[in-house]
């Protein structure tokens, strides 16, 4: 069975700062997606990016950008440029490619934005 | 488009009570999803729809229906509510054929059983 660990409950940042969120996973597939999801205070699940297993060129998305080191299971998100909105949990997930409905979620991590 | 809408957007049950939370879908996405989110967890699986007509079970479906007889709606249906329901229940939607599997989340439902 897939787990997605996320083991820094919380973080807090100066605006401006720079903030890396860890993320590690298991699986025994090869091909998979992984993703971040922010969710603000509003509750609203929000796509923040998003990485196919196959490609080891790292996403990126304006100022945010994943570290994807398939060998280690690991996929950490760094939040540059930080901002007062950026302050939500932010969810790690991860997903089979072979159509499997189930989006495997890591328990979060409370990033808030000091200003 | 609305995109993935949830109605409604607050509930208080009392034990026992039934009650449908309404998902519905605009993108004629073809698979239809629901997650509960419990406190220091992240969202947990609870049944799955990959069309009209046909469901599954995810990772935690004990206590809850659910039917999918349109493309559009997929409701979830708890018969007989109990305390450890309480939950902020997410519907969720993708097309079959789409990048990444990626799904879309409508805005939730906080339910609490008293």
């Known amino acids: 069975a897939q787990t997605v660990t996320q083991s820094q409950p919380e973080m807090s940042v100066q605006e401006a700062e720079t903030v890396t969120l860890s993320c590690t996973y298991d699986t025994s597939e090869n091909n998979y997606y992984l993703f971040w999801y922010k969710q603000p205070p509003s509750r609203q699940m929000i796509l923040v990016i998003r990485?196919?297993?196959?490609?080891?060129q790292n996403a990126t998305e304006n100022r945010f950008s994943v570290n994807f080191q398939k060998a280690a299971k690991s996929f950490s998100l760094k939040i540059s440029d930080s901002q007062l909105g950026d302050t939500a949990m932010y969810f790690c997930a991860f997903t089979s490619q072979g159509g499997s409905e189930k989006l495997v979620f890591g328990k979060g991590m409370k990033l808030t934005v000091n200003p | 488009n609305a995109g993935v809408t949830q109605t409604p957007k607050f509930q208080v049950l009392k034990t026992g009570q039934s009650m449908t939370l309404q998902c519905a879908q605009d993108?004629?996405?073809?698979?239809m999803s629901w997650y509960r989110q419990d406190p220091g967890m992240g969202l947990r699986l609870i049944h799955y729809s990959v069309g009209a007509g046909i469901t599954d079970q995810g990772e935690v479906p004990n206590g809850y229906n659910v039917s999918r007889s349109t493309t559009e709606d997929f409701p979830l249906r708890l018969l007989s509510a109990a305390p450890s329901q309480t939950s902020v229940y997410f519907c969720?939607?993708?097309?079959?054929?789409?990048?990444?599997?990626?799904?879309?989340f409508g805005p939730g439902t906080r339910l609490t059983v008293l």
């Open positions: 993108m004629n996405h073809e698979y």
């Open positions: 990485q196919e297993a196959y490609k080891q």
């Open positions: 969720a939607s993708r097309r079959r054929q789409s990048s990444y599997n990626e799904q879309f």
